[in-house]
């Protein structure tokens, strides 16, 4: 194949893949989005903010239950794609051990409720939330993503956030309500599981094989790393809603999730992005750095531009955004989408040096810095939010992830691996 075809059929496999992961991520994030204004009219703010302390639990949580898969093990796979032993080994590996985690998790989550008074208290929520975690714990899409197929996920995941919608309009009626929220989107996540194992195994004509203790114990070493930095990123993620509610109150925490959905939204554009290039950044730094920094110039720079854009139009409009949501304490809301618009394109900053240190294994370099972001948004925000309130921690926010990105980039520069400095130049 010559230069021009393979030119071509690379950029038709992003295409796919972009559109694919695109629709994947909207419906993920933008469906539950859009049902918000009416889940906050039946439940009120206070209530919302229930659902989100909640929701930031389960991210913890399914977190760790994916132990870092979709990146460890969409890079193996993507290396290997062409054999199907190896590929199915992978498979069942990485399906038996989140299982196995999720077990646990449960098992964690009981006592929980046993025993910690807060947890009590919304005992049923919690349970009956922790089918989200299951629910992406046997997704697919990783596995899809590595072989960038990504149009066997498209639809069931449509399905799956159409069921939730539909459910949450269906029977979310008042405050009462509020312990459905998150379990209706834990059934579609399982729907959305289901299907992708019995497309995957069918379509890839997948060989069964049962991983022994040794498989297990193997992904679990392997993926240690990359697991505490995913925990450090959800905890500077998504502990600040946790924190806030330390200081404030359930309303409060209800007007602020509103700006911190918004901006999660907007993150997942960058999801998309960054899962839908991963797995050529890859293989591209195995073949070559020159051929990777090629790749970032073509594929990045304009992406940036169009990112630094979106935030300048959310900071602009962040008034008539709330406004979509709320009915009162709207400034409140938009104070805090104002501070937090730019955090895209502080995040988009970092794409390429965060790829790259991942495709050449430097997991320690990692770890360290988001370990670090962890520790100084705790600290801030143990300093701050008491007197601050949600606009402190909005500041946060913001000085972690500037944070974080000035690490990621650091890190970069100083490896001899690497050459982050003539990717944007």
Known sequence: MNTTSRTTDNRKRLFSNFAALGIIQGTNFLLPILVMPYVIKRVGADGFGVIA?????????????DYGFNLTAT????????????????????LITRLLICLALFLLLVLSVILVPFFHQYAVLYLLAFCTVI?????????????????????????????????????????????????????????????????????????????????????????????????????????????LRLFTNDATVGYYSVAEKVIQAARQILSVY????????????????????????????????????GCCICFLFSFRVVSFFLDNHRELSAQCLRILSFVPFIICLNIPAYQVLLANHEKKSLLRIFIFGTLINLTLNLLMVKNGGPIATCYVVLVTELLITAGLIYEMVKNPKTMFLNIIV
Not at 199 to 209: D, F, G, S
Not at 294 to 308: D, G, H, R
Request: with cysteine.
């Open 75 to 94: 890079r193996d796979v993507s290396l290997r794609k062409d054999n199907r032993n190896a590929v199915s080994k992978i498979f069942f590996s990485v």
């Open 53 to 65: 302390i909640a929701q930031v639990v389960m991210m913890f949580f399914a977190t760790v239950a």
């Open 135 to 243: 629910g992406q714990s046997i997704q697919m899409n990783w596995l899809f993503q590595a072989i960038e197929r990504m149009k066997y996920v498209t639809y069931i995941s449509l399905f799956a956030r159409l069921v939730f919608v539909l459910l949450v309009v269906l029977f979310i009626k008042t405050k009462s309500d509020i312990i459905y929220f998150i379990f209706f989107a834990g059934i579609g996540n399982i729907l959305a599981g289901l299907m992708s194992i019995a497309v995957a195994i069918k379509v890839l004509k997948l060989k069964i094989k049962i991983p022994s203790g040794h498989d297990v114990l193997n992904e679990l070493e392997n993926g240690w790393h990359i697991t505490v930095s995913n925990l450090s990123v959800s905890t500077y993620m998504y502990i600040n809603v946790i924190v």
């Open 274 to 309: 960054f899962q839908g290039i991963y797995p050529q950044v890859c293989q591209l730094a195995i073949s070559g750095k020159e051929q990777l920094l090629i790749f970032f110039k073509k594929y990045y720079l304009s992406f940036l531009l169009v990112v630094l854009l």
